[in-house]
């Protein structure tokens, strides 16, 4: 129990007691004025009775509050989960959006990569192509030298 509840049920004890030691007090009748007329009754039941009138009354207003704020938490739950479910879904779809982003791009370097390595075979093979060329002429004048140096080395001549 909460404290609240044990201190609650304490005072009401202590009260019942209270009204059980001076029951006879309490029943004792009096002259009661009620503005237009007198009439002879227990003021301490009647003021008794009115203590319990109001302390039914602020239960029932308790009892009200707090099934109005159950209601109002209740509906509060319903509306976050709802909102849970927008942002999760939400979520989901700039995922979804992103993994489309992330793949487009990927194909792009893709397609970049393979003409970027199409570009550079055909380079090579031109720089290939180019460097046979270039060595077949190196061979072709390093031969003519040779032929020439050995014709002068056949004839006896001197080299100019």
Do not use: C
């Amino acid at each position: 129990m909460q404290l609240r509840n044990i201190l609650l049920i304490f005072v009401l004890s202590l009260l019942a007691i209270f009204v059980a030691i001076n029951w006879v007090a309490i029943m004792a009748p009096a002259s009661i004025s009620l503005i237009f007329t007198t009439i002879q009754a227990p003021l301490g039941l009647i003021l008794i009775a009115i203590t319990a009138l109001l302390a039914v009354f602020f239960l029932g207003f308790i009892v009200y509050m707090q099934s109005s704020v159950m209601l109002e938490r209740q509906r509060l739950l319903r509306d976050l989960e709802a909102q849970r479910e927008l942002a999760n879904q939400a979520e989901v779809s700039r995922l979804s959006e992103l993994r489309t982003y992330l793949e487009n791009e990927l194909q792009q370097l893709n397609v970049r990569r393979q003409e970027s390595q199409h570009a550079m075979e055909a380079r090579l093979a031109q720089l290939e192509q180019a460097l046979s060329s270039s060595i077949e002429q190196t061979g072709n004048t390093l031969s003519a030298y040779i032929g020439e140096l050995d014709d002068r080395l056949e004839h006896g001549r001197k080299p100019d």
